[in-house]
């Protein structure tokens, strides 16, 4: 069974950068069939799509985050990760990472979600 | 970037009635629209893929439907378990993008 979770500090002071890991297990991130993805959701509010990664390396990002977003892949580790910078408190948000099929250039839905890790962006 | 409407924003309905959510696009996106259910403190699980193909595991009492731009979620006979928020998001383009959701509450 395929399971995927998150892991990074739960607290990032203003203006730092947010580094979150997520663990593939049960599953091999070097297949060629899957996307691998990040998506938040601010306390009380909806989902917000950052961004996706190819095994490959190739990237997609939000056109909103993507000044700060880097996404990254470790295919030894069976990890991929995420970074954003300059944070704010507006980046508050409950981080999930998810995997998406490669079919169709990637036109697919997430299938399986991280339990998510929440992140207090405050001094 | 596609923008995702979800009405209503609340939808309270007693258990064992029928629930009709819907999802608007701003522009087609053929049949690439998913819904996912959430539950307090939970992560999104997939429901519904390709507008209407259930995810595993889900029961038929779930439909999906719609094409273009206008696009629904009905669930019949709704049970306890099936209070929930849920979200719409399409695929067809990039960047990814999610409804606002609907939350179906005890009537």
């Known amino acids: 069974q395929l399971q995927l979770q998150e892991s990074g500090p739960g607290l990032v002071k203003p203006s730092e950068t947010l580094s979150l890991t997520c663990t593939v297990s049960?599953?091999?991130?070097?297949?060629?069939?899957?996307?691998w993805g990040w998506i938040r959701q601010p306390p009380g509010k909806g989902l917000e799509w950052i961004g996706s990664i190819y095994y490959s390396g190739s990237t997609y990002y939000n056109p909103s985050l993507k000044s700060r977003v880097t996404i990254s892949v470790d295919t030894s580790k069976n990890q991929f990760s995420l970074k954003l910078s300059s944070v704010t408190a507006a980046d508050t948000a409950v981080y999930y990472c998810?995997?998406?099929?490669?079919?169709?250039?990637?036109?697919?839905?997430?299938?399986?979600w991280g339990q998510g890790t929440l992140v207090t962006v405050s001094s | 970037e596609i923008v995702m409407t979800q009405f209503p924003a609340t939808l309270s309905v007693s258990p064992g009635e029928r629930a009709t959510l819907s999802c608007r696009t701003s522009q087609s996106i053929s049949s690439n629209l998913a819904w996912y259910q959430q539950k307090p403190g939970q992560s999104p699980r997939l429901f519904i893929y390709?507008?209407?193909t259930r995810a595993t595991g889900i029961p038929a009492r779930f439909s999906g439907g719609g094409s273009g731009t206008d696009f629904t979620l009905t669930i019949s006979g709704l049970q306890s378990e099936d209070f929930a928020v849920y979200y719409c998001?399409?695929?067809?383009?990039?960047?990814?993008?999610f409804g606002q959701g609907t939350k179906v509450e005890i009537k």
């Open positions: 998810a995997r998406h099929p490669a079919d169709y250039g990637g036109r697919s839905s997430f299938d399986y």
């Open positions: 390709d507008t209407s």
């Open positions: 998001q399409q695929y067809d383009d990039w960047p990814r993008t």
């Open positions: 049960g599953g091999s991130i070097s297949s060629s069939s899957y996307y």
